[in-house]
């Protein structure tokens, strides 16, 4: 059974930081993209990050835009965990966040080629 389990969201200051831990089982973690996706009240789920897998890439990441610079992702095959270290929060940031799976083992921000996906932890970024 495959699943995906996000932790490590909260309430933060402005400025400050999180580090959210995706822990996965029941498919082939290093053949698999991961990526972190996020959903803020009334707003379509975007792509923020993304790591590759064996089956696509070379483990090189993906970020958009308006976190390009601030977050970080990285893949432990040992553990079979992603985590997106958050720097320099905003209150934009506030968000839903999910993380998701992908077989093509490329980074992509593409909501349908990823068959797994996780339950979402709560990020508020707020003073």
């Known amino acids: 059974q495959v699943q995906l389990v996000e932790s490590g969201g909260g309430l933060v200051q402005p400025g400050g930081s999180l580090r959210l831990s995706c822990a996965t089982s029941g498919f082939i973690f290093d053949f698999y993209a991961v990526g972190w996706f996020r959903q803020a009240p009334g707003r379509e789920r975007e792509g923020v990050a993304c790591?590759?897998?064996?089956?696509?890439?070379?483990?090189?990441?993906w970020y958009a835009g308006p976190v390009r610079g601030r977050f970080t992702i990285t893949k432990d095959n040992t553990n079979d965990t992603v985590i997106l270290q958050m720097n320099s929060l905003k209150p934009e940031d506030t968000a839903v966040y999910y993380c998701?799976?992908?077989?093509?083992?490329?980074?992509?921000?593409?909501?349908?080629?990823?068959?797994?996906w996780g339950q979402g932890t709560q990020v508020t970024v707020s003073s």
């Open positions: 790591i590759s897998g064996t089956s696509g890439g070379d483990g090189s990441a």
């Open positions: 998701a799976a992908n077989p093509y083992g490329r980074t992509t921000a593409h909501r349908s080629d990823y068959d797994y």
